[in-house]
């Protein structure tokens, strides 16, 4: 949850909430709600396999640029994942 927030925080986005759930044999999924929208991640390690969702508005303002920047955060974070390497 904390990789999501801090990337999000980085990109220069507002993080309003947040909720996880982990199951009970193995996997998480996340959801970080921003002001401009969502992040929701769902990590499978039994498949090796991490989906992100980025859903980022721009009718306020364009956001498209913090959206990118967060894609790349998330991308080198997640792929550099202990979790998802080995």
């Known amino acids: 949850m ?38 929701a991640l769902h990590f499978c390690p039994e498949e090796n396999q991490v989906t992100i969702d980025l859903h980022i508005c721009g009718y306020q303002e364009d956001n498209l640029a913090k959206a990118q920047l967060l894609t790349q955060i998330l991308t080198k974070k997640i792929s550099n994942s202990e979790y998802i390497n080995n």
Do not use: D, P
């Open 2 to 39: 904390e990789v999501l927030k801090e990337a999000a925080n980085t990109a220069g986005l507002s993080v309003v909430g947040e909720l996880a759930f982990a199951f009970q044999s193995q996997g998480v999924s996340a959801v970080v709600l921003l002001s401009e929208s969502h992040i």
